[in-house]
């Protein structure tokens, strides 16, 4: 996409945030937001919950296929996901980047409107109450999320031997939508836009994840994959997460096509079950529940907590690699 106009720099912080700014909306729980020296904002509970993800040009995404909107939703939708992860709702978002001299304010603006978006969509509760521009030779954006907890903290340690594990949202649809948008032949993308789609602008079930709190015992954002969450949740609650291929086809299924797609264009071969099992940003979310409680709507089971003196997660009885994506290394 192409952004004309002036740049960032050549209106100045002030008048380039003035102009971003005014596209975002108000809720109830801030009590000052975005123009002062720091955000207020109104709570029920002494306690909230508090993460923060940082997103890195060409090493998180790449400006040849994300646009501005594209880029604030998403920065918006990993965040949310955190915060519903720990059993809250999500109230208020900071907003810290780093543009180039060469940004524009037409892109800025398409950012802003990408957050808005994904509020509006994720998280209509919460609001962008501020943030910070810096300059730099690459685009870094940085989003601290805020969210009220409503009951205890849901934490990744809880999964108990005996409790079913249950999945909440797509599996390997982001990652496949990376491998097309990453190929070549710049066709595929363009055959396959909902997986492209996942990628580009997740959206996690916030709702049905929120409605699952009260009767979960664990439960985490999958955003490194499958195969690396189920590992960290099986290592901090101290059990072996045992999951059923089986119970895994049909994530697979709406896959294949791409995969053979993928595979028939080029050199290198992907398969739909490791874009299941190794592909993150989905944002989907990981649970446990009690053995024999009621599945809330939109999760399905696929596999079962099992005690372990080795905590691990396993497939179909065998240990699973907790591969996926690091931050750092890849």
Known sequence: MEYSGPTVFELGENQA??????????????????????????LTDLRFVV???????????????????DLGFKAVASNVADVVAMGARPIALTVAMVVTPTT????????????????????????????????????????AAHGQLLAEPLLRSGAKPGDLVAVCGTLGKAAAGLD??????????????ELVDVQLR?????????????????????SDSLALD????????????????????????????????????????VSEIDWVLFGGEDHSFLT???????????????????ASQAPMALLDGNPLEAKGWDSVTS
């Open 202 to 222: 997740p959206t996690p079930p916030v709702e049905l994840a929120l409605q699952a709190v009260s009767a979960a015992t664990a439960m985490m954002d999958i």
């Open 104 to 143: 524009t304010q037409a892109w800025l603006e398409d950012f802003a409107r990408g957050l808005q978006a994904g509020l509006d969509e994720l998280a209509p509760t919460a609001e962008i109450v501020g943030g910070d521009l810096a300059s730099g030779a690459q685009i870094v954006i940085a989003v």
């Open 288 to 306: 446990t529940f009690p053995s024999g409680a009621a599945i809330p709507k939109g999760f399905k089971v696929v596999g079962e907590v099992l």
């Open 230 to 269: 189920a590992n960290r949740m099986a290592k901090a609650s101290g059990v072996a997460l045992n999951l059923h291929s089986s119970k895994l086809f049909g994530y697979q299924a709406v896959l294949e096509l791409a995969a053979q797609s993928v595979n028939s264009r080029g050199d290198k071969q």
């Open 51 to 69: 993460t923060t993800d940082t997103l890195v040009q060409d090493h998180d995404f790449k400006l040849e296929f994300s646009s501005g909107f």
């Open 17 to 42: 945030l003035k102009q971003a700014v005014s596209i975002f909306k108000k809720v109830d729980s801030t009590i000052v937001g975005s123009g002062d020296d720091a955000a207020v904002i109104g």
């Open 180 to 193: 097309l948008l990453l190929h070549p032949d710049k066709t595929l993308a363009a055959s396959y836009p």
